[in-house]
């Protein structure tokens, strides 16, 4: 993948794959935001370079180095064969007498055959040096731990530089591999480490909608669960804040997100006397819309006109839920007041 830039100010990093572009005219492959991976990356670096971790890798490594070790003596014992195979092919064949040109010829062909072998498993060899595990040295051990040691505070100043973090990464990390297509919801992440070790990670990743969550289904139990135990769409959201859920494009669940979902999923709106019809007056004294139309006189319509004037004060715990409306005797003595001075100036003009 290639980093390029977008957003209004062409400042906003993202990763893509332009192989379906480049070679087939299509769309990109894959986008995936770059600041998330990065700080992914770097959390598994620093990690990965913290003191016990290092000890626990460098003890790995001794293990390793006995093995390579008895690797070279095998490559050597191959080598040297090879070279004595070949060096005693030409022997033979400055041995043989001019005059006698098939036999010399055939050692010749023999002779060679024995060189490429040596110069084939020469390059076997050099190819298995450059795959080798790396070796530590006890400087290089030394500098690492005392790297594990200052590399949080060194990586977090101000006075360290993006480039100096690349050089590090670099030192440590070999490549970097991401796919966002393997799990739904979630950035795939493949760490090839310089020793050669390979880790995998997943990031959870920003979607547009909830058809991309990672992880839907346990999301919909969680808020069914919530919803049949009477908890109102704020409590809900306040919950799945609280247990870590986050929502589509990455934000905080509100009472809105939830009554979507319970739409969405056809859960029953919660009623807040466990019954479908409301009673005049809840038992924190506040009205219901019927209550209040009775109170006053008027029809619910009414009531909902005044809410939408400010003329009446009420709330509803969330969307769907039914109005509980502040309505104190004072109060329904001075609308009852203006209601009537309404109506009777209503009838002298008829």
Known sequence: MSLRYTGPNADYPVYCCRSDRDMAAGPL???????PVDAVVEQRLLDALAPDQIILAMAALEQIDVEASRLE?????????????????????????????????????????????????EKEYEQ???????????????????????????????????????????FIIREVALDQKRARGQVAIRILWQTGAVSEHAMRR????????DDLETLRRRVSDLNRSGKMDKEIAATLNREGFVGARGCLF?????????QR????????????????RWPDETYSIQGAAAALDVTPQTIFKYLKRGLLIGRQLTKGQPWQI???????????DRLQRIRRSKMKAA
């Open 265 to 280: 999923w056809g859960l029953p709106t919660v009623k807040i006397n466990g019954t479908d019809a409301n009673p005049a």
């Open 73 to 121: 003596r095998q490559w050597a014992l191959r080598r040297e064969r090879a070279r004595y195979d070949a060096e005693r092919a030409r022997r033979q064949y400055d041995a043989v007498e001019p005059e006698n040109r098939l036999v010399a010829r055939t050692l010749e062909l023999v002779w060679e055959q024995k060189l490429r072998a040596a110069e084939a498993i």
């Open 128 to 170: 298995w040096r450059q795959e080798e595990p790396l070796v530590l040295s006890d400087a290089d051990r030394a500098a690492l731990l005392a790297l594990g040691e200052d590399l949080p505070a060194i990586w977090r100043a101000a006075t360290t530089t993006a480039a100096d973090r690349k050089r590090i990464l670099r």
């Open 254 to 262: 509100q009472g809105e997100n939830v009554w979507l979902l319970r």
């Open 29 to 35: 492959c894959q986008e995936v935001r770059a600041l």
């Open 326 to 336: 502040e309505l104190p005797d004072h109060q329904i003595l001075h609308l009852r």
């Open 206 to 213: 920003r979607v547009r909608g909830y058809d991309d969550y």
